[in-house]
């Protein structure tokens, strides 16, 4: 606030209704106020102004001053306004206090993409856990929601304020926290769930899925079942042990640990073979040819496609 330019324009009668204001609280200011206007009113050359005043009677200009402003009720428009608007402040903070602590944060995060030629780990910032297999793609969209080509085994962070959701290429997954095995492919999507529930959602239809619980999609119809001989997250772990088990049930795990199709030319469904064996990171061509030597397994592989001719037990 320039004062000396408010009170000169009261002194030629000029001001408007805000400057009395401003002057009547610079005045009740404090007494010291009162003596530094009395000093001002006998500077000759206040501004452009007042030069055709220069003679005038000081004295008598600041018993005018004071008379008119003495007629008039004193005015505390600038104080209440001013504390208007720090009570108007304080209650806008804590509305957005108030609405910060209720409303969940949305942590911003980097979106990333993982294509894995191998197996891979990735450790999500929210704290989940996916395995994401060899010739898999996994894509975050946003903050605990994700895209999945090809098979990972999730362990997901509970957080009930942000549901996890996974996009399949057939329908959609979401969870609060749980552990589950997704397979997925443009020809057909499979969900295994080990801990918890999941929901999903196919063609305007909800299915919910406990531990236990096999969900197999192929042309387009769903097929649920108990849970399987063969665990479908087998594929995991990093040491597979076989006990006397048949050459049928060691190659359809193998099958499902190396996401690959297993054909048997003969049509039987078991065998007499009990193999004993253990298997750590080996590849599927080692292992095949090691079972040749235990059975006499003959067999081709085309396509993703392992097909077995004969075996002699």
Known sequence: ??????????????????????????????????ESLRQMMKINELS?????????????????????????????????????AAVAILLVISLVAYQYVLTPSTPNVGLNTYVASDKQDIHLSDGSLIKLDKNSTLKEKAFRNIYLDGRAYFDIATDKSHPFSIQLQHGKITVL???????????????????GR??????????????????????????????????PEKWTHQKIVFENKSLHEVLETLSIIHN??????????????????????????????ELEILSGLKYTISNNKIVIKTYKC
């Not at 200009?61 to 008039?72: I, S, T």
């Not at 926290?177 to 801990?195: D, L, W």
């Open 1 to 34: 606030m320039n004062i000396k330019k408010l009170i000169t324009t009261f002194i030629l009668r000029k001001e408007d209704h805000e400057e009395k204001e401003a002057i009547q609280h610079w005045k009740q200011e404090s007494m010291e106020n009162l």
């Open 48 to 84: 452009d102004g007042v030069k055709n005043y220069q003679q005038v009677n000081t004295a008598s200009a600041w018993n005018k001053v004071e008379h008119r402003l003495e007629r008039r009720t004193p005015v505390y428009h600038l104080v209440t306004f001013r504390n208007i």
């Open 177 to 195: 926290g749980t552990a589950f095995n997704i397979n997925t492919s443009a020809k057909f999507s499979q969900i295994y769930v080990t801990e």
């Open 198 to 231: 999941v929901k999903y959602e196919y063609k305007d239809t909800e299915y919910i899925l406990t531990a236990g619980d096999l969900l197999d999609v192929v042309d387009g119809n769903v097929v649920r079942s108990a849970k399987p001989i063969i665990s």
């Open 260 to 289: 690959m199709e297993i054909i048997f030319v003969s049509q039987e469904k078991t065998d007499l073979c009990k193999i004993n064996t253990s298997f750590t990171n080996e590849s599927i061509d080692q292992i095949l040819r």
